[in-house]
């Protein structure tokens, strides 16, 4: 079975400690575990998204859904639900659900795509904006604090790598059945 390319062995002793305060499971889905990158990258997803929801729900009372499509227009206004569905990963019915709630709430407003007279586009209202604008430095300084172990070349280095399995993304499989097999 294949491990992780690091082993917790080689860690250093600085980071030691640091380790010891983990949970057992949690290093060994960490360093133990032949599917690791996933495990990786959920763990330090959680550690970003956990605390930056919860406080999200709590200062505006929105849930994460509602976050999601409110952050997503307000990164590009004129957006269209289904792509706020593309980037997201949610459901089409959750996000569906979500942007009524935003729309009740007067945080977004839908206008018809000019593109398309068939389609809506969504933009943030005032309120919506001030959510925006309040919200991005929180973000901003959790990821500052996450990405504070690395230099800025290594800083540099993750974002190409990622860039690099993003950009090869759309080369895997969406479903894990084999063509020809039924269950």
Do not use: H
């Not at 990786?40 to 919860?54: E, G, K, Q, S, T």
């Not at 792509?83 to 942007?99: D, E, H, M, W």
């Not at 009524?100 to 005032?126: A, K």
Request: contains cysteine; aromatic residues 8%.
């Amino acid at each position: 079975m294949r491990r992780a390319p690091t082993a917790v062995s080689r860690v250093g002793a600085s980071r030691e400690k640091a380790l010891k305060e983990l949970d057992p499971l949690t290093v060994t889905k960490l360093w133990d575990n032949p599917c690791w990158l996933s495990f990786r990258l959920n763990f330090i997803a959680f550690r970003f998204n956990d605390p930056v929801y919860r406080w999200i729900e709590t200062r505006y009372g929105l849930v994460r859904p509602e976050f999601v499509a409110l952050y997503a227009v307000g990164l590009r206004d004129g957006v269209a639900a289904k792509n706020i569905v593309a980037s997201s990963g949610l459901p089409k019915n959750t996000l569906s659900r979500s942007i009524q709630r935003l729309l009740q709430r007067r945080l977004l407003r839908r206008e018809t795509d000019p593109e398309d007279l068939r389609s809506f586009v969504l933009y943030l209202t005032g309120p919506g904006r001030a959510i925006f604008e309040e919200t991005m430095p929180l973000m901003i300084q959790q990821q500052t604090a996450m990405l504070s172990a690395l230099t800025d070349a290594e800083q540099r280095q993750l974002c190409e790598l990622m860039d690099k399995l993003v950009i090869a993304s759309p080369t895997w499989p969406n479903d894990l059945e084999k063509e020809g097999t039924a269950s």
